[in-house]
């Protein structure tokens, strides 16, 4: 009894962490998507530093948490994933006073983590217990009591998206 209560209070533990930096995770990701490019390379790089990564991986103590699950989307100011994506961040300036162009212009940025490529509820990810005393007797078994990982969906005004004028002269 002594160590089901200790590994439960471990688990316990470790769920909590993974609620508060879940926050963390997307908190930082979106701020860093504001300011920065929104070409793939930029986007790669902004993922794996919301991990606390140099390289693909995932976080600390936490492997539910990777890179691979955070998800960027760039939004238009009616909510929707902005369609046709401006090319630069110089394009989504042209796009957001064209009004031909405003499902085009990038006014927000939403980031979550998710099992798939939205952020909607039934893609949380599910919460791996690292003792298999607590997954039903199976230890590859993918929730505990099915507690999932909260989306933490952050949703910030978009910034500079990395615009950098050319000085004339």
């Keep these: 009894p002594f160590f089901l209560l200790l590994f439960g209070a471990m688990e316990f533990g470790r769920l909590l962490y993974l609620w508060n930096t879940a926050q963390e995770v997307t908190r930082n990701a979106a701020r860093q998507a504001v300011v920065s490019s929104f070409d793939n390379a930029s986007i790669l790089a902004i993922k794996r530093a919301a991990v606390f990564r140099a390289s693909a991986g995932t976080l600390p103590a936490a492997p539910e948490i990777s890179d691979a699950r955070v998800v960027i989307r760039y939004l238009n100011a009616g909510g929707g994933v902005a369609s046709p994506m401006p090319t630069d961040s110089g394009d989504n300036i042209a796009a957001c006073v064209d009004p031909e162009r405003v499902a085009s212009c990038i006014r927000y940025v939403e980031v979550c983590l998710s099992t ?10 599910p919460f791996q217990p690292m003792i298999g005393l607590f997954s039903g007797g199976d230890p590859n078994s993918p929730n505990l ?16 998206l990395g615009f950098n004028p050319v000085p004339k002269g």
Excluded at 145 to 159: C, K, N, Q
């Design 116 to 125: 798939g490529t939205t952020c909607s509820p039934n893609e949380s990810i």
């Design 145 to 160: 009591l099915g507690i999932r990982i909260p989306l933490s969906t952050v949703r910030m005004p978009a910034e500079s």
